[in-house]
Structures are given as structure tokens and as C-alpha cells.
């Protein structure tokens, strides 16, 4: 089974600190994703890798960056955490497939951030 | 620029009784439409997908879904519930193309009373 793992299920945190999600999959797949969840918008994509080193922002990436620097793990970084960072993350990956899209994605447990 | 409707944020239904969440897409081109379930303190895990082959597709613990291109459409359905569906569920496309991201649905959350 694949398996997605995050280094945390919860997280406090104060304002302006600097904030390190991991996240560390096993299948050797390609693509990587952060997602934020948050009551009532459903899954927002901040960023995502399509291959080591490179990474593409998705819908919400201001105030995050993220760093790929092995094929199994994908980091998101706040670099100065704010009270509106509190949320759900959620990492998942997918292999990159031959036809292109319709891979499923496998998601972590999820990292429940606090900022204070 | 494709997008997902989930209508309404919560479901109730009574043990035994049908299940029906509704998701309308839409997309230029015919997508890839994927339903992923949370249940409580975990991570999504996929319930099943369309990828153009058969427009009913069939997935796990009982559910289905029918792609219907007319409507636009992906309502999610299982036949008799049960007090273990209690979740969250989330309605996803993708377009087709080399690594396509996916777009989320809000989400629906299904309560089924005994």
C-alpha cells in the first residue's frame, strides 16, 4: 500500500516564527501537492512538484515557499507563520501516469496547525 | 478554468435509506472526475473515479457514480447506508493532460442516523 506520511498531526506555533511541514511518501512518485483544508472551502492547492527541484505554485502559494530536494520528500515552509495560517495541511502524491491526469492522488493524515 | 459544485454542506440520512450527494463540474473538455471520502482525524482516501472509460463507475464500500456529459454531472449514490459512511466527502476534477492538478469540490458531510 502507498503510504504518505506528515512529521506531525499537530502543531502549535507563534506568530512570526519559521514553520517546517514534512512530508515523506514510499512509491517513488513523481508528484507531490500541499493542500490546506479549512471548513466550508474544501481543499485549496498551495504548491506542487512535478520532479526533484521543481516546484509549481497552485491556487493560494503567498506565504508559503516549499522545497523537493529528494523524490520521496516534499517540505512546506511558512517562513513567518501568522494567525491566519491556522489550518488543516494536507500533503498527498501521485505517480505521473501515461496518459496524463486521472492518477489518483494518496494523502497524508494531515498536520493541524495552530498559530498563536 | 475548471471548477467543482458540491450543493449544500451537510447530508442526513437514516440508516438503511439511500445515499445521494450531488456534483456538478465544470470543463471545457471532458475531465477526469474523482470522489475521496475523509473520515474523521484522517487523511482523504479515493472511493472511485471516471477516466472515460464506463460512465457508471463503481467504487468502494458500495458506492457508485455515473458520469453524465448532458448534465455535467457526478452524483456520488449507494444504495442503503450505513452508520460507518459518516464522513466528508469531496467531489474533485482534473483536467486531462500530463500531470494535471486536481480542483476540489467545498465538500459535503453525511450523517446517518440510526
Known amino acids: 500500500d502507498v503510504k504518505v506520511t506528515q512529521s506531525s498531526r499537530y502543531l502549535v506555533k507563534r506568530t512570526g516564527e519559521k514553520v517546517f511541514l514534512e512530508c515523506v511518501q514510499d512509491?517513488?512518485?513523481?508528484?507531490m501537492f500541499w493542500y490546506r483544508q479549512d471548513p466550508g472551502l474544501g481543499l485549496r492547492l498551495i504548491y506542487f512538484s512535478y520532479d526533484v527541484k521543481m516546484k509549481e505554485k497552485g491556487d493560494i502559494p503567498e506565504g508559503y515557499s516549499v522545497s523537493r530536494e529528494k523524490k520521496e520528500r516534499f517540505s512546506l515552509i511558512l517562513e513567518s507563520a501568522s494567525t491566519n495560517q491556522t489550518s488543516m495541511y494536507l500533503c498527498?502524491?501521485?505517480?505521473?501516469?501515461?496518459?496524463?491526469?486521472?492518477?489518483?492522488?494518496?494523502f497524508g493524515p494531515g498536520t493541524r496547525l495552530t498559530v498563536l | 478554468a475548471q471548477s467543482v459544485t458540491q450543493l449544500g454542506s451537510h447530508v442526513s440520512v437514516s440508516e438503511g435509506a439511500l445515499v445521494l450527494l450531488r456534483c456538478n463540474y465544470s470543463?471545457?473538455?471532458?475531465?477526469?472526475l474523482f470522489w475521496y471520502v475523509q473520515y474523521p482525524n484522517q487523511g482523504l482516501q479515493l472511493l472511485l473515479k471516471y477516466t472515460s472509460a464506463a460512465t457508471l463507475v463503481k467504487g468502494i464500500n458500495d458506492f457508485e457514480a455515473e458520469f453524465k456529459k448532458s448534465e455535467t454531472s457526478f452524483h456520488l449514490t449507494k444504495p442503503s447506508a450505513h452508520m460507518s459512511d459518516a464522513a466528508e466527502y469531496f467531489c474533485a476534477v482534473s483536467e486531462r493532460g500530463a500531470n494535471s492538478k486536481l480542483t476540489f469540490g467545498k465538500g459535503i458531510t453525511l450523517s446517518v442516523r440510526p
Open positions: 512509491m517513488d512518485h513523481e508528484n
Open positions: 498527498a502524491s501521485s505517480s505521473a501516469g501515461l496518459a496524463g491526469g486521472g492518477d489518483t492522488q494518496y
Open positions: 470543463s471545457s473538455v471532458p475531465p477526469y
